[in-house]
């Protein structure tokens, strides 16, 4: 899945020790708002030291993140995770390619070889 817009806030960041394999993590979450006529928020998360670095998502940034959305049950309770696989910055206005180009204006004065004082050929 894919959502673009605009970071708007980057949580503080979260760290630990795994207790299974005593490994420390790290992980970063952001808020990013698209720019719909009713803008949506997404909260996802950056997982691993190496991926926040790599990724070096600032504030204000226009990004496309990829993600995977799963969801995890404690104490008869459900809560989705967002975690963020792939972050592309968007370079190019995606508004302008919905807007159709526009015609070339119609020229404003006659064409050079027209004569006024030329006789009408028409027919009719």
Partial sequence: MEFTGKIIAILQP????????????????YVIENHDQYPRKMCFEVFGADKIAQFNIQMG???????DIDARQWQDRWFNSIRAWKVERVTANPMAEQVPPMAAPFPSAAPADFAADDKDDLPF
């Fill in 14 to 29: 979260k760290g630990g020790v795994s207790k299974s394999t005593g490994n420390e993590w790290k992980a970063q979450e």
């Fill in 61 to 67: 940034e226009e990004l496309t993140v990829s993600f």
